[in-house]
């Protein structure tokens, strides 16, 4: 048998921006339109006080855009972890997965390819007998690499404790659904 030890596989990144933020040089771009329109104001209406007003404006929508898109999506923790006796995988949002080696006889692993983002989904099967507990993850939730070194992981896990491993990419080509086995 394996020592107790456990292994972790920890992710902090942060996630990607919303399809309604604007991209940084559409802001600039505006930002230095306003300010070429103000230094034109200034010019022509030096003592205005409005025109001061303008200014401010201009610095404080340029201020909050920032601190909106640096604060907006911040990190969030992910583990994957695994030892002798039990895996258990946590993502937010999603409740935590835990599963004993005991509740199983067979791991069967799933890697399905798309044509869109997040590319790749990890769908991992469970199964002893006629039952079977499943849990998902995608690159969303794990970079590539990390994702890579969990299922090496769980193979060699699953050979020293002596569990069926098996693990397959799935990929629809041209209306074709492709399978192949998946080396790991």
Known sequence: MIESDKIEVVDFSGEDFSKFSFPCSVLLFFVFILAILNITLMILFPSSLIITFISLGIIAVFVLYFYFVTTKNLGKFRRFSISSEEIEISIPDIPTFQIFWAEFDKIEIKVISFNFKPFLKYSFHFI??????????????????????????????????????TAVKEKEISGIYQVENLNI
Do not use: M, Q, R
């Not at 079977?132 to 699953?158: H, R």
């Open 128 to 165: 002893k007998d006629k039952s079977e507990k499943t849990f998902s993850f995608s690159l969303w939730d794990f970079p590539k690499k990390k994702a890579d070194y969990i299922l090496v992981l769980t193979k060699n896990y699953a050979g020293k404790l002596g569990k069926v491993f």
